[in-house]
């Protein structure tokens, strides 16, 4: 079973930065980060494919421009930059991993969950 820790999450000012990061303990494939919002459904926020690059990184329409998705294969970890950060950004954000090597914007594209980690945004 694939293990996923997430890590970097804190307590930011509005339009500072975090980078939050995602170490699986086996090979990876296509990796996402989805959050959570109090009350809220959980929400795609960035996906990226096997390759790293190209069009098989998606970033949510709330995020594009600011959060920034990168990979590093050798070490199996994932990778969110926040920069210009919001109070709605506040959520606890989830790292998520699928056994194909193609991003996904769906939930149910991924059997992998990390436990997540809280980013909470001041005003």
């Known amino acids: 079973q694939l293990q996923l820790v997430e890590s970097g999450g804190g307590l930011v000012q509005a339009g500072g930065s975090l980078r939050l990061s995602c170490a699986a303990s086996?090979?990876?494939?296509?990796m996402g980060w989805f959050r959570q919002a109090p009350g809220k459904e959980r929400e795609f926020v960035a996906a990226?494919?096997?390759?790293?690059?190209?069009?098989?990184?998606y970033d949510s329409d709330s995020v594009k421009g600011r959060f920034t998705i990168s990979r590093d294969t050798a070490k199996n970890t994932v990778y969110l930059q926040m920069n210009s950060l919001k109070f709605e950004d506040t959520a606890v954000y989830y790292c998520?991993?699928?056994?194909?090597?193609?991003?996904?914007?769906?939930?149910?594209?991924?059997?992998?969950w990390g436990q997540g980690t809280q980013v909470t945004v001041s005003s």
């Open positions: 998520a991993a699928r056994d194909r090597g193609f991003a996904s914007r769906e939930k149910g594209d991924y059997p992998y």
């Open positions: 086996g090979r990876t494939y296509a």
């Open positions: 990226i494919n096997l390759s790293g690059k190209g069009i098989g990184i």
